[in-house]
T-cell receptor, first 114, second 112 residues
Framework: NAGVTQTPKFQVLKTGQSMTLQCAQD?????MYWYRQDPGMGLRLIYYSASEGTTDKGEVPNGYNVSRLNKREFSLRLESAAPSQTSVYFCASRDGLAGVGEQYFGPGTRLTVT | AQSVTQLDSQVPVFEEAPVELRCNYS??????LFWYVQYPNQGLQLLLKYLSGSTLVKGINGFEAEFNKSQTSFHLRKPSVHISDTAEYFCAVRGSARQLTFGSGTQLTVLP
């Protein structure tokens, strides 16, 4: 099993450009999450999807949109990138039907917006 | 609302010495508590978790943590660290929001 995979690993954007971060999991998990990690701030939840077909805002959703394409895939879109969105983005998944299951994280996408 | 405070942003320690990484949380309801580790340029992986039962929880790589409800703490300990333990450690809490709230992280650096 590959676990949680993310593409791309690195990306540089100019202000105003758009892009989509891709995430896929092969563990048949119901819940998926997008976080951003900034120095000294830990991980902050951007959006999550408790199950296929549902998405909800997290702590810092402004400037982002998400799509739960199917049970495996959960993408994060930046419509008009801003320098404040320079960060490391992590996708995670969890088997919500197994009680308080742990979250499994992908390797991250390092995004720089100039 | 729930929150997590990791009191030390950086902890340097010599190899084979003991270490304690501190974590305090606030929540108005019962919580589940987690410690994750992040090695350089990698995602996070679970070290250990407290869900219920015994307040002393053992995890991978020789780490353990103790849940103290009266002090709202969940400190992580290891009796003897190795160079390979150098990483960033995150405490996280799941409460009524059903989502994880992470602390700001503690960078553990093990010195030879």
């Amino acid at each position: 099993n590959a676990g949680v995979t993310q593409t791309p690993k690195f990306q540089v954007l100019k202000t105003g450009q758009s892009m989509t971060l891709q995430c896929a999991q092969d563990m048949n998990h119901n819940s998926m999450y997008w976080y951003r990690q900034d120095p000294g701030m830990g991980l902050r939840l951007i959006y999550y999807s408790a199950s296929e077909g549902t998405t909800d805002k997290g702590e810092v959703p402004n400037g982002y949109n998400v799509s739960r394409l199917n049970k495996r895939e959960f993408s994060l879109r930046l419509e008009s990138a801003a320098p404040s969105q320079t960060s490391v983005y992590f996708c995670a998944s969890r088997d919500g039907l197994a009680g308080v299951g742990e979250q499994y994280f992908g390797p991250g996408t390092r995004l720089t917006v100039t | 609302a729930q929150s997590v405070t990791q009191l030390d942003s950086q902890v340097p320690v010599f190899e084979e010495a003991p270490v304690e990484l501190r974590c305090n949380y606030s929540s108005s309801v019962s919580v589940y508590l987690f410690w994750y580790v992040q090695y350089p340029n990698q995602g996070l992986q679970l070290l250990l978790k407290y869900l219920s039962g015994s307040t002393l929880v053992k995890g991978i790589n020789g780490f353990e943590a103790e849940f103290n409800k009266s002090q709202t703490s969940f400190h992580l300990r290891k009796p003897s660290v190795h160079i390979s333990d150098t990483a960033e450690y995150f405490c996280a809490v799941r409460g009524s929001a059903r989502q994880l709230t992470f602390g700001s992280g503690t960078q553990l650096t093990v010195l030879p």
